[in-house]
T-cell receptor
Framework: DGGITQSPKYLFRKEGQNVTLSCEQN?????MYWYRQDPGQGLRLIYY???????QKGDIAEGYSVSREKKESFPLTVTSAQKNPTAFYLC????????????FGDGTRLSIL | EDKVVQSPLSLVVHEGDTVTLNCSYE??????LLWYKQEKKAPTFLFML????IEKKSGRLSSILDKKELFSILNITATQTGDSAIYLC????????????FGGGTRLMVKP
């Protein structure tokens, strides 16, 4: 089945530790996105990528980093510089410049130990 | 800066009621408005609206866009407990990244 797979579903981070969230898609989509969702709030864009080896900062990129070495994969690293990382992280993908909506993975819930 | 505001923040109704969720927006170079339903995990796509005045319908759900007044509504008739979810509105601008700006969502609870 085509879709977006995020892993792990739950992740715990110790103070000062970097953690990486995985996002893989087999939809042959060009564009991929990372969002953060806090309780009772909408989604805020962290980073996005339109093409392999290129990515752009979103509204809240500080404390995060990404890479796009393959079309299918767009991992997000939450660095120790992100002082409030506890949130629900959603990955999405879409065809670039089309009338197709973004499709989402099931998310990763990150908590601080 | 693009902005999307949803109202109400939350809503509690009983099965069989009809609800209307609101979404107003300010966006430079509007392309489309999207509605998503989010239960526990991934938001699932409901509607994409690009033209004013044309209602989109799927079963008991319908939505319409007013590009002059810059808002959209999502209607749910004969609500069921399975409609309980967060409903997210997002706007897409004609920008380089096809990025979406999301509203804060409306949390709907349907009681039996």
């Amino acid at each position: 089945d085509g879709g977006i797979t995020q892993s792990p579903k739950y992740l715990f981070r110790k103070e000062g530790q970097n953690v990486t969230l995985s996002c893989e898609q087999n939809l042959n989509h060009d564009a991929m996105y990372w969002y953060r969702q806090d309780p009772g709030q909408g989604l805020r864009l962290i980073y996005y990528s339109q093409i392999v080896n290129d990515f752009q900062k979103g509204d809240i990129a500080e404390g995060y980093s990404v890479s796009r070495e393959k079309k299918e994969s767009f991992p997000l690293t939450v660095t120790s510089a992100q002082k409030n990382p506890t949130a629900f992280y959603l990955c999405a993908s879409s065809r670039f410049h089309s009338n197709q909506p973004q499709h989402f993975g099931d998310g990763t819930r990150l908590s601080i130990l | 800066e693009d902005k999307v505001v949803q109202s109400p923040l939350s809503l509690v109704v009983h099965e069989g009621d009809t609800v209307t969720l609101n979404c107003s927006y300010e966006v430079t170079n509007f392309r489309s408005l999207l509605w998503y339903k989010q239960e526990k995990k991934a938001p699932t796509f409901l509607f994409m609206l690009t033209s004013s005045g044309i209602e989109k319908k799927s079963g008991r759900l319908s939505s319409i866009l007013d590009k002059k007044e810059l808002f959209s509504i999502l209607n749910i008739t004969a609500t069921q407990t399975g409609d309980s979810a967060i409903y997210l509105c997002a706007v897409e601008a004609n920008n380089a990244g096809n990025m979406l700006t999301f509203g804060g969502g409306t949390r709907l609870m349907v009681k039996p």
